[in-house]
């Protein structure tokens, strides 16, 4: 087994940049102007663009679907199930769009077949994530000798708290950053990452998983599963203005709920498979939209910055 890393050679460097509005996230709003020419990205428009992937088996509060902001506002949200709760609780300016990662290209970098890359629970500025480290590093350790290479995927924030480093370092493994939200190149960079290795495995649910098989990666949930707890989110400003959706989110992201909903997952990685299909519909690839109709979504066209001005509630007809 190689170390690793160098098979990630060539990735976009990190651009860090203030995120004003939902759709700017991880560099989605960037990324699409970008390919349309574009160089501002002003705020006209949607207030916000699920990130993510919601793997709940039900939707039961708005807030599940549209994070903040009202139903005078415009939302663009991933699935039909989405923009059909959304549209039924008043939420009238919604649209069904896909997920962000969906409108990314290929980053055309080799594959390094036999590679594997391994990505840890992570903490957040305002969530605090206790993982056992030694425990979870070893279980990998395990394993490595079925692969050409093993590499940690680590989350910046971890980094910069120097957890995980360590002792990912001193087991022999390398690392590469992973996403960040204030990071313009974010998407991009998981995106190359994705399409640089054959398997990823992770030890909990997590928008990791479809965005990695999407790529084509063979991905797994393997090794002691990480189990959150209420108090890792006491401080999360979602869930203090939001306190009854936490109890719900505990619930999704335990090992019960995601054995039941998706036990082809959990497998030892260098026996899983390509999933491409299952992740295309858990991103809603279906409703994917062009560049222009994203262009007017955005507010960016003349149509969609005088509609807006105009009236909210004609924003976006030709749609």
Not at 72 to 99: E, F, M, P
Not at 141 to 149: E, T, Y
Not at 227 to 256: C, G, W
Request: aromatic share 12%; glycine share 6%; net charge positive.
């Amino acid at each position: 087994m190689k170390r690793g890393a160098n098979i990630f050679k060539g990735l976009s460097e990190r651009r860090i940049f203030n995120p004003s509005w939902e759709p700017s996230y991880y560099g989605a709003a960037r990324n699409i102007a970008d390919q349309l020419g574009r160089k501002e990205i002003s705020p006209y428009a949607p207030m916000t663009w699920k990130h993510g992937w919601d793997f709940s088996d039900e939707i039961r509060h708005i807030r599940q679907v549209i994070g903040w902001g009202d139903e005078n506002d415009v939302h663009l949200v991933q699935n039909r199930a989405q923009l059909d709760y959304a549209k039924s609780n008043g939420y009238r300016h919604t649209h069904a769009v896909g997920a962000p990662f969906l409108y990314l290209g290929q980053s055309r970098r080799p594959r390094s077949m036999g590679s594997l890359l391994v990505m840890p629970p992570h903490g957040l500025k305002d969530a605090v994530v206790d993982a056992d480290e030694n425990r979870y590093v070893s279980e990998i350790k395990d394993i490595a000798g079925d692969f050409s290479s093993v590499t940690f995927c680590l989350h910046p924030h971890d980094v910069e708290q120097q957890k995980w480093t360590g002792i990912v370092e001193n087991n022999g493994f390398e690392w590469v950053a992973g996403a960040s939200v204030e990071d313009e190149n974010a998407l991009r960079r998981m995106r190359a990452i994705f399409d640089t290795v054959e398997f990823m495995t992770t030890n909990s649910l997590g928008s990791h998983l479809p965005y990695a098989a999407f790529c084509g990666c063979k991905v797994s949930i393997y090794g002691s599963y990480h189990e959150r707890k209420r108090e890792d989110y006491v401080n999360t400003p979602f869930y203090l203005k939001n306190p009854y959706m936490l109890d719900h989110a505990i619930h999704i992201l335990s090992e019960q709920f995601a054995r039941k909903r998706f036990p082809k997952l959990f497998v030892n990685p260098a026996k899983s498979v390509e999933m491409k299909k299952w992740a295309e519909i858990q991103l809603g690839l279906e409703n994917k939209r062009s560049l222009s109709t994203m262009s007017r979504l955005m507010g960016w066209s003349f149509f969609g910055k005088l509609s807006y001005r105009m009236s909210k509630t004609t924003y976006a007809m030709q749609e």
